[in-house]
């Protein structure tokens, strides 16, 4: 039922900055918990950062201090900011957003390239 769309993936330069951009659709965004994962080549993908309804954050100890995620429920739409990007940060990032206990959804993923 839930829809999601993601933009703003590129070719970046180490210790530059990025801002990814996740549109929602079919559902009631403002009650879901939204989050953005990542998948390097060859690696697992894991949780990058995650925002509640009421605007608690968690970010992987990776990111902390870099990467920043926010949502604004007026326009369905949550963001993750990543400042400082390295190597590390090269990766299909993708947005995810958990409508109940046992339920998510998954956009497609858009590519983040950090490279010299």
């Known amino acids: 039922q839930v829809q999601l769309v993601e933009s703003g993936g590129g070719l970046v330069q180490p210790g530059e900055s990025l801002t990814l951009s996740c549109a929602a659709s079919?559902?009631?965004?403002?009650?879901?918990?939204m989050g953005w994962y990542r998948q390097a080549p060859g690696k697992q993908r894991e949780l990058v950062a995650s925002?509640?309804?009421?605007?608690?954050?968690n970010y992987a100890d990776s990111v902390k201090g870099r990467f920043t995620i926010s949502r604004d429920n007026a326009k369905n739409t949550v963001y993750l900011q990543m400042n400082s990007l390295n190597a590390e940060g090269t990766a299909v990032y993708y947005c995810?957003?958990?409508?109940?206990?046992?339920?998510?959804?998954w956009g497609r993923g858009t590519q983040v390239t950090v490279s010299s």
């Open positions: 995810n957003a958990k409508v109940r206990l046992h339920t998510r959804y």
């Open positions: 079919g559902g009631i965004f403002s009650n879901y918990i």
């Open positions: 925002i509640t309804s009421g605007g608690s954050t």
